[in-house]
T-cell receptor, first 111, second 115 residues
């Protein structure tokens, strides 16, 4: 089942912060975050694993609440280059090879 | 080093034609995934390979879709008797280890248009 993302879209001015949320109805093994710019391939941002392990870019932070099956991506001091669509992907504990992506959150950063 | 490559980048097919989409993963990557992405939507899982073994094909929409990775490297997604609803971007991704423990590296995709 596809994870739910919120908000659907957000507009920020440069330097502002944003939080993107992802939730699932299933017990999760991992949560993935990717950013995709128009016409390009998704680019890896962060993975959060059951048990607390995280891998990702230094300037990106995220949280994973295993009990609530929720994750949040924190974008601070936004830059114009942060614009794009952010997808969370989740792998359940019963099917941990398979990542199911959410519908995406469109982020626009304006000067 | 070289990333994931896909060919062709664009494909126009008449309804009813067969198409073959190729994916060259990053050398040495164990896992390979195929996704279908409709306009304005997230990537939708199609199938997953670990080396040459197809471990999950639950996302393939119909028996017209077939994927293979015979030597555990290059993969081909074949669509028989294409229909208009098959029009989408087909993304391939590879990962250095099995399952979802590591990041996936996506290719640029093949945009398929069925007329």
């Amino acid at each position: 089942q596809q994870p739910v993302q919120s908000p659907q879209a957000v507009i920020l001015r440069e330097g502002e912060d944003a939080v993107i949320n992802c939730s699932s109805s299933k017990a999760l093994y991992s949560v993935h975050w990717y950013r995709q710019k128009h016409g390009e391939a998704p680019v890896f941002l962060m993975i959060l694993l059951k048990g607390g392990e995280q891998k990702g870019h230094e300037k990106i932070s995220a949280s994973f609440n295993e009990k609530k099956q929720q994750s949040s991506l924190y974008l601070t001091a936004s830059q114009l280059s942060y614009s794009g669509t952010y997808f969370c992907g989740t792998a359940s504990q019963t099917s941990y090879d398979k990542v199911i992506f959410g519908p995406g959150t469109s982020l626009s950063v304006i000067p | 080093g070289a990333g994931v490559s896909q060919s062709p980048r664009y494909k126009v097919a008449k309804r009813g034609q067969d198409v073959a989409l190729r994916c060259d993963p990053i050398s040495g990557h164990v896992s390979l995934f195929w996704y279908q992405q409709a306009l304005g939507q997230g990537p939708e899982f199609l199938t997953y390979f670990q080396n040459e073994a197809q471990l999950d094909k639950s996302g393939l929409p119909s028996d017209r879709f077939f994927a293979e990775r015979p030597e555990g490297s290059v993969s081909t997604l074949k669509i028989q008797r294409t229909q208009q609803e098959d029009s989408a971007v087909y993304l391939c991704a590879s990962s250095p280890s099995q399952g979802s423990r590591n990041e996936q590296y996506f290719g640029p995709g093949t945009r398929l248009t069925v007329t």
